[in-house]
Structure formats: structure tokens, C-alpha cells
């Protein structure tokens, strides 16, 4: 039988299985999506663990056991920006697995990243989602805004969706 999911808050000791997670994922689910060559800049880039956001108190690891299967959190700053808006809040650095999809563990560390929103105050969350990613944030009730051009390093641009719930 297998063992539920269980959350807990990061830790900037988990940086090496948070970055295994974030390329595990994005390296495959990416795919198709985006140009070979722009994955290939982009996910080195992308795909390593923030140190803020494992420091922070607001990044949650999904475990099935001991095995690490999702990432994710959120934060009151912008990730572009640094600022942040009174009554708002934002996704950050979302990832399953791709041998743990759909089964329930990105859901469950986005509901638990909303509900700590909303005890803080905000009343609309924000996420420059992945192309990939629109379905997964939609069913969760995020709406897409806006097609969006990411600049990841400086000379990468990769296609992105605003997204927004509440507000």
C-alpha cells in the first residue's frame, strides 16, 4: 500500500533534493514545449533550489516516505521585482517529479501556500507559470492573464503565462 503524502517546511539543507526535483521535472515536462536549444541555456538556470525561498519559512517539500516527489511555496515579494504589494502574494518554484504526477502532492503544497497566504493577508495570489503548467494551476483555480516573455538569465527568453486567483 502506498504511504501518504506528508508536507514539511524546507530547509537550505534540502537544496540538493530540491534541485533534483526542479530539473527532474522541468527537464521532462518541458519538453515539447519549449525549443531544444532554449532548454538547454535555461535549465541549468532554473532547475537549482533558491536559497531565499529554502530560508524562508514559506517553501514546503511533499514526501511519500522518505522520497521527495514535489516543491513548492510562496512568497509576498515579487520574484522579478523584489517588492512587495500590499494584499498580494506569489507562486514560487513549483515542481513534481515526473514519476509522482497527478497524484495529489502539488495540490496539496499549493492549498497548504494559499491558506498561509490568506492568514497573512492576501487576497490575490500570482504565478508566471510554465506553458506546461496552465492546467495544473487552472484547476486550481488560477486564471491566465497574459502570455508572457521571460527573461531567464539575462539572454533567454522562454514563452510564460500570467496567472492570478482571487483579487
Known amino acids: 500500500m502506498a504511504e501518504a503524502i506528508s508536507l514539511r517546511v524546507a530547509t537550505p ?27 538547454a541555456a535555461v535549465l541549468p538556470l532554473v532547475s537549482r533550489a533558491r536559497p531565499e525561498l529554502l530560508a524562508s519559512g514559506r517553501y514546503f517539500l511533499a514526501l511519500n516516505g522518505e522520497v521527495l516527489v514535489a516543491v513548492g511555496g510562496w512568497s509576498l515579494e515579487d520574484p522579478a521585482t523584489g517588492r512587495a504589494m500590499p494584499g498580494q ?5 513549483f515542481a513534481t517529479h515526473p514519476g509522482h504526477l497527478r497524484r495529489g502532492a502539488a495540490g496539496l503544497i499549493l492549498r497548504r501556500c494559499l491558506a498561509e497566504a490568506e492568514a497573512a493577508g492576501v487576497t490575490e ?34 514563452p510564460s503565462l500570467l496567472m492570478r486567483r482571487g483579487g
Request: charged share 20%; net charge positive; hydrophobic share 45%.
Open 13 to 39: 539543507e534540502d537544496a540538493a533534493r530540491v534541485s533534483a526535483v526542479l530539473a527532474a521535472s522541468y527537464g521532462t515536462l518541458w519538453q515539447g514545449a519549449y525549443a531544444a536549444e532554449a532548454l
Open 125 to 158: 495570489m500570482l504565478c508566471l507559470a510554465s506553458l506546461p503548467s496552465e492546467a495544473f494551476y487552472a484547476a486550481q483555480g488560477f486564471r491566465t492573464l497574459r502570455r508572457e516573455e521571460t527573461r531567464i538569465g539575462g539572454r533567454i527568453v522562454l
Open 89 to 93: 502574494g506569489h507562486v514560487r518554484h
